[in-house]
């Protein structure tokens, strides 16, 4: 059955339109005959929004009780039995109710989508799961409910649904989005007009970058080589000069005029000439444009030019910045420089930018290649002038009148002008040409010049000796100038491989770990489509890829060594496999210096989860001894007053007064407290570590919760503020209740008589603060952490006062329930423990009155 296709509706932030809009197409393919319901729609009462349902077929959601409350959820049975073309599901990133189909409604799409129903979804952007850090920064507040970029990303469309930040607020100020109460709170926390810009960049960036893929693979699959100019990038080319830094900045400063401009530095290593690159500038030069913002790349190329070309259009850039020659101004014979072949053969998609600096023409450029592997047009033009050269010298001294008599330049310099051509053959195509040139060379000598003339014998046996040396300087010459063109070819060989694995080495000192940005690397460095480590449990177990990289709409990277157009064995089970062309034999030698750096890297990755684990283990050893240690004494304190009172009860020595006997009894109770709330922390510290702790969240009111919680403190050292209108909250009141009595134990303890702890709470946007504030002694900024840690007790606090173990269980519990414990100094002295829950999404109870307690 074909997949279903997926359109999602992606905003910035909550109100700017994305359900209308779903809903707005919705009606459309309606009109068009298309077959549409609606799986899941939730208008959170908005008006308009619930107007839009209208005429719309609703399949019936599906009620689950959960805690004493009824919720709903979309019924994905009934909407795979109704089996219509299109299905409306909002909010990608719901979780669903416990004993819901899935956990979240993502997966109820994914359902939808393998069944051939259409979907359309909507979602906003500080719900993907990459952006989670950058969301909080941004807001202060952590998304719990989050939906996998790869599920977005495999969306066969997606739409933008912008509004600027300054028409939401005025949206949220008429009572569109939230409700009235809500809406003073939500405008000065989260939908301020930074965040909310914030938001929006980060959606319209994301977007863009999502869009450029497509490009990507649209000019890929239909073998587009001319760039499009849909965004500004910015090619640097570098030659490992002192310009470098020069260049990046100016390439910098060029990006920076255009928003959403990328800067990609590339290095072309020649592997059949010199280079003058020095391997510390091009890490210093990487270092700073990576610093700026780009990115660093190494690519080998025959030809620097075309090689610079190519990775500039591979790349869709619209602008290569280049550096002025750093030649002398007479090295401009030998042939017009990388900057000028560059700027010739740009066309008119590329801009070309020649940047002057200081190194102009103070330094020798890349000099022309020298050595075995000759082009062509070189070996041919060798070959002209190992024939045609002397030829032509014998018809040019012929034509002066010269050939034996006395009028010429004489014997002795006919033989150095012979030599001459000789040389230039060399130098030109190598040996095999120079070789041609010294036997044509010395017939014409022997034939033209050397008395008598136009004949083979030689008259003067001084003339057979000039030319025997004449053919021996000859072959020696093109000899030495043939193996100092070898030695050339495999210098800059070694060079170009050094510089390769000077960056390799450069990656392990610099600890990057990274697999995929490694294989990348091996692709970018050979020019290959794609690359995969390859690895196998055993000689007869199947392959697996640890690891791939390829060109975005190329071939997949290969899934076994055969299919691969090379490998590259890594001990017995691990393989390098590469395809998209058949590498030479010496860049093997290359290949397998990233082959072996490739395995390093993989089992370093799993060292490093493997450390993890140790450490997680060790930490738990910790946990236990100092559990250990603690039970030693905190559990024998109220044991030993507990057996002394029940001790002197059962006595008949002596007779107890009613007063005397309700005081032991007072005893032994408030031992059995002591031990009961011990065990109680101890048992929900074991389960944090172990991570056994599963809240059951579901939406409540504070003063349901909190109430409870302060009934194991005195009466009247506690003051109780929670107003009515505050939002009710997605929490486990259980672990709340527990979180609740050890914060405020933990306060009342210190709290010095007289001065009761303060209870209040407060809604700020998608969040409600509970805030704890003692008049005690206080906790200076450098210990403020560490008090949540186990077995902690701040001060003199004596032994039996605890095992240290409240704050560190209550911040446990907090965070299980998606939210945080935090302590902050309380103005005028003493400390604020607050602790930030998740506001509920309005789909709960409705609120009961409830009066509100001033006391405890």
């Known amino acids: ?46 008006p308009r929004t619930e107007v839009m349902l209208h005429g719309l077929e609703e399949v019936p959601r599906r009620e689950l009780a959960y805690r004493g409350a009824v919720f709903t959820e979309m019924d994905v049975d009934a909407v795979l039995a109704r089996r219509p073309a299109v299905a409306l599901v909002d909010e990608l990133a719901h979780t669903n109710v416990p004993g819901s189909r899935n956990a979240k409604r993502w997966q109820d799409v994914e359902e939808l989508l393998r069944a051939g129903v259409d979907v359309v979804s909507t979602v906003n952007i500080q719900h993907l799961e990459s952006l989670g850090d950058v969301v909080e920064s941004i807001t202060g507040v952590r998304q719990r409910e989050t939906v996998p970029d790869e ?36 405008l000065s926390n989260y939908f301020r ?49 002192p310009e470098g830094s020069t260049l990046i900045r100016r390439a910098a400063r060029i990006a920076a005029k255009g928003s959403g401009s990328e800067v990609l ?3 072309v290593a020649r592997s059949d000439g010199l280079t003058s690159a020095s391997p510390k500038e091009l890490a210093v030069q990487r270092t700073l444009v990576e610093d700026l913002g780009g990115t660093f790349h190494h690519v080998i190329g025959e030809d620097i030019p075309r090689a610079l070309l190519d990775f500039a259009r591979g790349v869709n850039a619209t602008q290569i910045v280049l550096g002025s020659s750093r030649r002398r101004p007479w090295t401009q014979v030998f042939g017009p420089g990388v900057g000028a072949t560059v700027a010739r053969e740009s066309g008119p998609d590329l801009d070309v930018h020649i940047v002057t600096h200081e190194a102009v023409a103070k330094g020798r ?61 060399a130098l030109v195509g190598g040996l095999l040409p120079a070789l041609a040139s010294a036997a044509a060379g010395s017939l014409l000598l022997n034939y033209y010049f050397t008395p008598p003339t136009h004949t083979w014998t030689i008259a003067d046996p001084e003339n057979i000796v000039a030319i025997a040396v004449f053919v021996a300087v000859a072959v020696s010459v093109a000899s030495v100038v043939d193996l100092a063109a070898r030695r050339t070819h495999q210098a800059a060989r070694l060079r170009a491989e050094s510089e390769v694995l000077s960056f390799l080495a450069g990656s392990v ?52 060594p055969e299919d691969a157009d090379v490998d590259m064995p890594v001990g017995d089970h691990l393989a390098l496999a590469l395809t998209g062309r058949v590498l030479p034999a010496e860049d093997r030698r290359v290949l397998a210096a990233f082959a072996a750096q490739a395995a390093v890297v993989l089992d370093r990755q799993r060292l490093v989860g493997q450390a993890e684990r140790a450490r997680e283990l060790a930490e738990g050893n910790r946990i236990r001894t100092a559990l250990l240690a603690a039970v030693s004494h905190d559990l024998r304190t109220p044991l030993a007053a507990i057996k002394a009172a029940v001790t002197s009860l059962r006595s008949d020595d002596v007779a107890w007064s009613e007063e005397d006997e309700a005081e032991l009894l007072a005893a032994i109770e408030e031992g059995a407290d002591r031990l009961d709330h011990l065990v109680g922390n101890l048992l929900d510290m074991s389960r944090l570590q172990t991570g056994t702790v599963t809240p059951l969240i579901r939406e409540i009111d504070l003063d349901e919760v909190v109430p409870m919680a302060l009934g194991g403190v005195p009466e009247g050292s506690a003051a109780l503020d929670i107003p009515e209108e ?7 009141p259980g672990l709340l209740e527990r979180s609740v009595a050890n914060i405020v134990e933990n306060a009342v303890k210190y709290s010095p008589d007289g001065h009761p702890v303060l209870v209040s709470a407060s809604a700020l946007g998608e969040r409600v603060e509970l805030r704890v504030a003692d008049r005690g002694p206080g906790v200076p900024d450098s210990a403020k952490e560490r008090i949540f840690e186990p077995f902690q007790r701040y001060g003199d606090a004596p032994r039996g006062a605890g095992v240290g173990l409240g704050l560190a269980v209550a911040r446990g519990f907090a965070e299980a329930m998606g939210g ?3 302590a902050e100094d309380t103005p005028g002295g003493g400390m604020t423990m607050v602790l930030t829950l998740r506001a509920a999404a309005g789909r709960g109870p409705a609120r009961p009155e409830i009066p509100a307690q001033a006391t405890s």
């Open 1 to 46: 059955m074909a997949r279903g296709k997926f359109r999602i509706y992606l905003g910035a932030a909550p109100g700017v339109g994305k359900t209308y809009a779903m809903l707005s197409e919705a009606h459309r393919r309606v009109e068009r005959g298309a077959d549409v319901v609606v799986g899941f729609v939730e208008h959170h009462g908005r």
């Open 151 to 186: 599920v977005v990303r495999r969306a066969d469309q997606i739409e933008l649904v912008d509004m600027s930040p300054q028409a939401l607020r005025r949206r949220m100020a008429h009572g569109n989005i939230y409700a009235p109460d809500k809406i003073d709170a939500a």
């Open 193 to 241: 007009p930074g965040n909310l810009t914030a938001l929006r960049e980060l959606a319209l960036l994301w977007t863009a970058d999502r869009v450029d893929e497509y490009l990507q693979q649209y000019r890929s699959e239909h073998s587009i080589r001319s760039t499009w100019q849909a965004r500004e990038r910015i090619v640097v080319g570098l030659t490992g000069g």
């Open 265 to 267: 530095a590339v290095y």
């Open 365 to 425: 450029g890349l000099p022309v290649a020298r050595g075995a592997r000759l082009g062509r047009a070189r070996r041919a033009a060798g070959w002209l002038v190992g024939v045609a050269g002397p030829a032509l010298l014998t018809l040019g001294l012929a034509g002066t009148g010269t050939g034996g008599g006395d009028t010429g330049p004489g014997f002795a310099n006919e033989v150095l002008l012979f030599l001459f051509v000789n040389v230039v053959a």
């Open 509 to 560: 000192l610099r600890g990057e770990t990274s697999l995929e940005a490694l294989l990348e690397r091996v692709r970018e460095t050979f020019g290959m489509d794609a690359v995969a480590l390859l690895e196998r449990e055993s000689d007869v177990a199947p392959w697996t890829r640890a690891g791939s990289a390829g060109v975005t709409g190329g071939p997949p990277p290969p899934g076994r």
């Open 726 to 732: 505050l939002p009710m909250v997605a929490v486990d």
């Open 820 to 822: 945080s414990l935090e």
